[in-house]
């Protein structure tokens, strides 16, 4: 796959589009063909490099992602079809401890974002937890680009 990605921290012109292996596919994962992903600040943070943070490199920015369900893997749940649009929930925390239990899992010593703390969806694909899947029904007249608004804010 292609994917925008930085060896260093610096100014936008250390991102550079270069080919990495496809991403593996886990079993409770699904692998998104990835067709539009938002500039959030949060994107400039990182790529400037945050304080006291450290990334492995090269990293891939990219929170709020939006695309099409290229593959499922063998325990993904029914509900989540292969062609399913979808945009993907970027947070990621422990989900067992007092804080995820009561619905606050930024405030999860765990909590990370991807683009943040993982690798994003600066790529032509990426393979996340189906947990984090969220599907975008036909019915929503939200195309690619304007349904990638919301995934770092809900
Ligand atoms: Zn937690």
């Known amino acids: 796959m292609k994917a925008a990605v930085f ?5 936008p012109n250390v991102l550079k589009h270069e080919a990495l292996p496809d991403p593996e596919l886990g ?26 943070f450290k990334l492995g490199m090269p990293h891939i ?14 325990n993904v749940p029914d509900e989540l079809q292969r ?12 989900g067992a401890c007092e804080y995820c239990v009561r619905g606050e899992e930024s405030l999860c010593a765990q909590y990370g974002i991807l683009g943040e703390h993982y690798r994003g969806g600066y790529a032509d694909l ?4 189906a ?13 690619f680009n304007q349904s990638v608004a919301a995934p770092l804010t809900l």
């Open 83 to 94: 062609g399913m649009k979808v945009v993907i929930d970027p947070g990621r925390s422990c």
């Open 7 to 11: 060896h260093e921290h610096g100014p």
């Open 27 to 52: 079993p409770q994962q699904v692998l998104v063909d990835v067709k539009a992903v938002a500039l959030n600040y949060l994107d400039l943070f990182v790529q400037a490099r945050i304080p006291g």
């Open 126 to 129: 990426l393979s996340v937890d």
């Open 131 to 143: 947990e984090h899947v969220i599907s975008v029904p036909d019915h929503c007249r939200l195309d």
């Open 61 to 74: 920015l990219g929170s709020d992602i939006s695309g099409i369900i290229k593959e499922i893997g063998e």
